[in-house]
């Protein structure tokens, strides 16, 4: 565990804005995944796509896979139509006449390779942080975008 201090006491951070720290913690943790993942030669919604084949080895339909994630950071239907042809034109799926996408084997491989990486980057990203903190931390942030009559959901 490397070590770590915190820059603000707690009477300091009480008066913080979490619009500020919430958005800096999120684009700093996009950006560290992101980064991951262009060196494994993904996008973050290519990753989104492949991962939604382990529970459908027989494959999903494209319009099923672009409505699960067209939320996801408001990437929208059109980027996730345009990665899904770009993972296919890279052979890492099929997809029949009727939009009926699966994983090739070379896709599969890749998968479980960055599946692999993201359990890695998931420790590193919750190092010296509980999963009673981190349970906290999320219910504090839903709560907050319930009070101001916001929306989110995550599968």
């Given at each position: 565990?490397t070590?770590?201090?915190?820059s603000h006491?707690?009477t300091?951070?009480?008066?913080?804005?979490?619009?500020y720290?919430?958005?800096?913690?999120?684009?700093a943790?996009?950006h560290?995944?992101r980064?991951n993942?262009?060196?494994l030669?993904?996008?973050q919604?290519?990753w989104w796509a492949?991962n939604?084949?382990?529970?459908a080895?027989?494959?999903?339909?494209r319009?099923?896979?672009?409505a699960?994630?067209?939320g996801?950071?408001?990437?929208?239907?059109g980027?996730l139509?345009h990665d899904i042809g770009a993972?296919?034109d890279?052979?890492l799926i099929t997809e029949?006449?009727?939009g009926?996408?699966?994983?090739?084997?070379e896709?599969?491989?890749?998968?479980?390779?960055?599946?692999?990486r993201?359990k890695?980057?998931?420790?590193q990203?919750h190092?010296?942080?509980?999963?009673?903190?981190?349970?906290r931390?999320?219910?504090?942030?839903?709560?907050m975008?319930?009070?101001v009559?916001g929306t989110?959901?995550?599968?």
């Amino acid at each position: 565990m490397t070590s770590f201090t915190y820059s603000h006491s707690d009477t300091d951070l009480a008066g913080q804005p979490v619009g500020y720290w919430s958005s800096a913690a999120g684009a700093a943790v996009v950006h560290h995944i992101r980064t991951n993942l262009a060196e494994l030669g993904l996008t973050q919604p290519q990753w989104w796509a492949l991962n939604q084949f382990p529970q459908a080895p027989d494959g999903r339909h494209r319009d099923e896979v672009v409505a699960v994630l067209k939320g996801y950071l408001e990437v929208g239907e059109g980027a996730l139509h345009h990665d899904i042809g770009a993972l296919h034109d890279r052979g890492l799926i099929t997809e029949d006449a009727v939009g009926r996408i699966a994983l090739t084997d070379e896709g599969r491989t890749l998968r479980d390779r960055v599946a692999e990486r993201q359990k890695e980057l998931r420790a590193q990203i919750h190092e010296g942080i509980t999963d009673e903190d981190y349970v906290r931390t999320l219910k504090v942030l839903q709560r907050m975008i319930h009070n101001v009559g916001g929306t989110a959901w995550h599968h």
